[in-house]
């Protein structure tokens, strides 16, 4: 996608903030180097292309824009938060930018526009194969925890429930 926007001035960057699901072969951080080395086999193994900035150890940015683990931030040149989710869901993103570079057309054709604040309730595509190929290149930790945690979501845990049961 920012190729495809590249023209209107888009640019991407991924934050880096923590192990979603850490495991014994990408246990939680203990050092900022070892973060950045986490960040760099993440950036091959996923082939991110777009640069990557890495989160402080105590995850500063992270608790800034909210704490999930794959939210997506789209800013104007202003710095001004255009587009806020809490999943990264490229169709999402994509009718998010279709629309904000259509009203910037429009204003500069002369319509008058006002902004206003809106709410969106999306739906992603899940893939689970792939999600637990990922979980399984953290290790089998990661893995046995997320069934351990989706079991408890059956339940109808609560998520700061079943994070506290899983960190104890």
Known sequence: MVDEYAERGLQSHFVYVREAHPGENYPAHTSFDQKMQYARDFQKMVGVKRPILVDDLEGTTHQAFGTLPNMTYILNSAHTVIFRANWTDPPTIRFALDY?????????????????????????WVDDS?????????????????????????RGEHLGTIRNKLLS
Do not use: C, I, T
Not at 100 to 124: I, K, T, V, W
Not at 131 to 152: I, N, P, T
């Open 130 to 154: 792939a999600f637990m190929e990922g979980l399984e290149l953290s290790g089998q930790k990661a893995v046995d925890e997320f069934q351990k945690a989706r079991e408890m979501w059956a």
């Open 100 to 124: 904000h570079f259509g009203a910037l057309d429009r204003r500069r054709s002369g319509l008058r526009q006002n902004p206003f604040y809106a709410e969106m309730y999306a739906f992603r």
